[in-house]
């Protein structure tokens, strides 16, 4: 069973910054792809910033220039730095990874950690 457990979350001013992380953990062969999706109520689910097992990126244009997103593939857990955090940040953060998992890719989600950004 392989499972992603997110921490850093909270409640914070318009500007200030969060560190969210996420570790993966349980029996898998490799992780590719990682990285976080936010939900606010009433909207879809959007991909925030993503980053692959060489380090390529990948982010929102709305977060670019703010967002930093890194891993360590030793401990097989992502970070992702939140600069200057906006009012529209705050959402249901997931953190996702695809996982190759008894002879396949498979895609596991967090349970989600709750961003807050108070003007």
């Known amino acids: 069973q392989v499972r992603l457990v997110e921490s850093g979350g909270g409640l914070v001013q318009a500007g200030e910054s969060l560190r969210l992380s996420c570790a993966a953990s349980?029996?898998?062969?490799?992780?590719?792809?990682m990285g976080w999706f936010r939900q606010a109520p009433g909207s879809q689910r959007e991909l925030v910033a993503s980053?692959?097992?060489?380090?390529?990126?990948n982010y929102a244009d709305s977060v670019k220039g703010r967002f930093t997103i890194s891993r360590d593939n030793a401990n097989n857990t992502v970070h992702m730095q939140m600069n200057n955090l906006k009012p529209e940040d705050t959402s249901l953060y997931y953190c996702?990874?695809?996982?190759?998992?008894?002879?396949?890719?498979?895609?596991?989600w967090g349970q989600g950690t709750q961003v807050t950004v108070s003007s």
């Open positions: 980053i692959f097992q060489d380090g390529i990126t």
């Open positions: 349980g029996s898998f062969v490799s992780l590719s792809r």
């Open positions: 996702h990874a695809d996982v190759y998992v008894s002879a396949s890719w498979r895609v596991y």
